[in-house]
């Protein structure tokens, strides 16, 4: 199972209109991408080998899909993303990154890419687009870098990707399978609030699944967080926005408080 723009120069961004069969499309091109280095391969010398195969894992063209994205290491590839669509556009909010996320399946997988949104994207746009660098980051694979980015619709519904995992036992022992998909869930603050990172405020929660497992956090921007305020056994419902993985822990996020509802503290 598996967030406008500011200086688009910087990117490497370049937005060309084409016209044609009564429509306009938006292409984008970014050049984000940055070598961090690709992984160390044994030659492969073995009796089948042959001349230049260094038994390196393959990254040319012709790789294509949401999984070869994720299983690739880090560094340049050509992996083709095609029509997926945005669910959620993510904010830069001091040292987290803007990005925006892709998915098709209600069961995923999904990707982040970690670049400011270009100017225009919008959930619910249907993509494609190619990703030409790929960075693990506290555990989890990231695009960050993509060319000939596409827009072929606009608009579509994404609420039928939103999984319902309040009562989902695996959501942290499973949780690549989990990984920045669409979520609603119902949760109880088990412990005290903490902070989040500069900038958020997180806990430990539970839910009907997942109960003693304190890998399992909501974590919100301090203003958000304050505005209610939330407190441990605080219960609330979470719903349309992606679960985020760090490292060994899920996630579970709002960054706005339409995302917040049904909140009851003691």
């Given at each position: 199972?598996?967030?406008?723009?500011?200086?688009?120069?910087?990117?490497?961004?370049?937005?060309?209109?084409?016209?044609?069969?009564?429509?306009?499309?938006?292409?984008?091109?970014?050049?984000?991408?940055?070598?961090?280095?690709?992984?160390?391969?044994?030659?492969?010398?073995?009796?089948?080998?042959?001349p230049g195969d260094t038994g390196a894992p393959d990254t040319g063209p012709g790789l294509e899909g949401i999984d070869a994205v994720l299983?690739?290491?880090?560094?340049?590839?050509?992996?083709?993303?095609?029509?997926?669509?945005?669910?959620?556009?993510?904010?830069?909010?001091?040292?987290?990154?803007?990005?925006?996320?892709?998915q098709s399946e209600v069961t995923g997988p999904a990707l982040v890419v970690q670049i400011e949104p270009p100017?225009?994207?919008?959930?619910?746009?249907?993509?494609?687009?190619?990703?030409?660098?790929?960075?693990?980051?506290?555990?989890?694979?990231?695009?960050?870098?993509?060319?000939?980015?596409?827009?072929?619709?606009?608009?579509?519904?994404?609420?039928?990707?939103?999984?319902?995992?309040?009562?989902?036992?695996?959501?942290?022992?499973?949780?690549?399978?989990?990984?920045?998909?669409?979520?609603?869930?119902?949760?109880?603050?088990?412990?005290?609030?903490?902070?989040?990172?500069?900038?958020?405020?997180?806990?430990?929660?539970?839910?009907?699944?997942?109960?003693?497992?304190?890998?399992?956090?909501?974590?919100?921007?301090?203003?958000?967080?304050?505005?209610?305020?939330?407190?441990?056994?605080?219960?609330?419902?979470?719903?349309?926005?992606?679960?985020?993985?760090?490292?060994?822990?899920?996630?579970?996020?709002?960054?706005?408080?339409?995302?917040?509802?049904?909140?009851?503290?003691?």
């Amino acid at each position: 199972m598996g967030m406008d723009g500011v200086r688009l120069l910087a990117w490497g961004i370049a937005i060309v209109s084409v016209v044609g069969c009564g429509e306009t499309r938006r292409i984008v091109e970014v050049d984000a991408a940055r070598d961090t280095g690709a992984a160390d391969a044994a030659t492969d010398a073995g009796p089948d080998a042959t001349p230049g195969d260094t038994g390196a894992p393959d990254t040319g063209p012709g790789l294509e899909g949401i999984d070869a994205v994720l299983t690739s290491p880090d560094g340049p590839v050509d992996v083709a993303i095609r029509d997926m669509l945005v669910t959620y556009l993510r904010p830069a909010i001091e040292e987290d990154q803007a990005g925006f996320f892709v998915q098709s399946e209600v069961t995923g997988p999904a990707l982040v890419v970690q670049i400011e949104p270009p100017a225009g994207l919008a959930v619910g746009d249907r993509v494609s687009f190619r990703v030409t660098d790929v960075v693990t980051q506290i555990s989890h694979k990231r695009a960050t870098g993509i060319v000939d980015l596409t827009t072929s619709s606009s608009g579509n519904d994404v609420s039928f990707l939103i999984q319902d995992v309040s009562s989902t036992a695996d959501l942290v022992t499973n949780l690549d399978d989990y990984a920045h998909e669409l979520i609603r869930v119902d949760l109880t603050i088990s412990a005290l609030p903490e902070a989040g990172g500069t900038g958020f405020t997180r806990a430990a929660v539970e839910t009907g699944g997942v109960t003693g497992d304190a890998r399992l956090h909501l974590r919100l921007p301090l203003a958000l967080w304050a505005s209610y305020p939330l407190a441990q056994w605080c219960t609330l419902h979470v719903e349309g926005t992606p679960l985020w993985a760090y490292n060994e822990n899920g996630q579970i996020s709002a960054w706005d408080a339409a995302e917040i509802s049904d909140v009851v503290c003691p």
